[in-house]
């Protein structure tokens, strides 16, 4: 395994020191690089990211169905941004965007999961990864882990690597939703067309006056 021992530290690292001495010691030396084929190796992992107060570090963890869910929305909600400034009117651009949510200023699902687990969500992880003492099987690729620190983690098995289990549920709702609003956003921009197609059909060539529109009103 590669060595790791060079190692900054900020200002969140200095906060979780006492923390991850107490984690890494019961994993795995802090010297070598976190393996997530393991249990072990994942809260080693998460840890280290932990750590570091590196969010986008932590995301690489996570259970693959909460990043999948992430990158779906990123990339539904960006789609809806470029629909939205092609086809839609001006004067409705900024409250269609503004509705977006974060999703659509997110550079990536990694940058999403960074803008939505900042210092209190990493503290709260911080509060819960330890060493696992004890581990229950709660479905066939999902296990309930208790720590060294007395908290409870779930982690689910991907095709090799173990993951965090986090806002799963929350998450697949965002992403039906976000591909729900997709749908309808494409539908509004047709209408916008098909409105600035007819427009442009009906307007006089040359840019001159409607027929009769400098004649006087009838009586």
């Known amino acids: 395994m590669k060595a790791t021992c060079d190692r900054k530290?900020?200002?969140?690292?200095?906060?979780?020191?006492?923390?991850?001495?107490?984690?890494?010691t019961g994993l795995l030396n802090a010297c070598f690089e976190a393996d997530p084929r393991s249990v072990r190796g994942a809260l080693d992992q998460a840890a280290r990211a932990v750590e570091q107060g590196d969010a986008r570090e932590l995301f690489k963890v996570i259970d693959a169905r909460s990043r999948h869910a992430l990158i779906s929305i990123?990339?539904?909600?960006?789609?809806?941004?470029?629909?939205?400034?092609?086809?839609?009117?001006?004067?409705?651009?900024a409250a269609a965007l503004g509705r977006l949510g974060d999703a659509a200023e997110a550079k990536d699902a990694a940058d999403l999961f960074a803008r939505r687990?900042?210092?209190?969500?990493?503290?709260a992880l911080a509060q819960t990864l330890a060493a696992p003492v004890s581990e229950r099987r709660l479905a066939a690729r999902v296990l309930?882990?208790?720590?060294?620190?007395?908290?409870?983690?779930?982690?689910?098995?991907?095709?090799?690597?173990?993951?965090?289990?986090?806002?799963?549920r929350e998450l697949s709702d965002e992403r039906d939703l976000a591909s729900r609003e997709l749908r309808q956003i494409k539908e509004n921009a047709a209408i916008h067309r098909?409105?600035?197609?007819?427009?442009?059909?009906?307007?006089?060539?040359g840019g001159g006056s409607w027929p009769g529109a400098d004649a006087p009103a009838g009586p």
Request: hydrophobic residues 40%.
């Open 9 to 24: 530290y900020t200002p969140l690292r200095r906060h979780f020191a006492i923390f991850t001495f107490a984690v890494i």
């Open 74 to 93: 990123v990339a539904d909600r960006k789609r809806a941004v470029r629909t939205i400034a092609a086809d839609y009117p001006p004067e409705a651009r």
């Open 117 to 123: 687990c900042r210092e209190a969500c990493l503290g």
């Open 144 to 168: 309930e882990v208790e720590t060294a620190r007395g908290g409870r983690l779930q982690l689910r098995k991907g095709d090799s690597w173990w993951g965090l289990v986090w806002r799963e």
């Open 194 to 205: 098909r409105r600035r197609q007819l427009e442009a059909s009906l307007r006089p060539s």
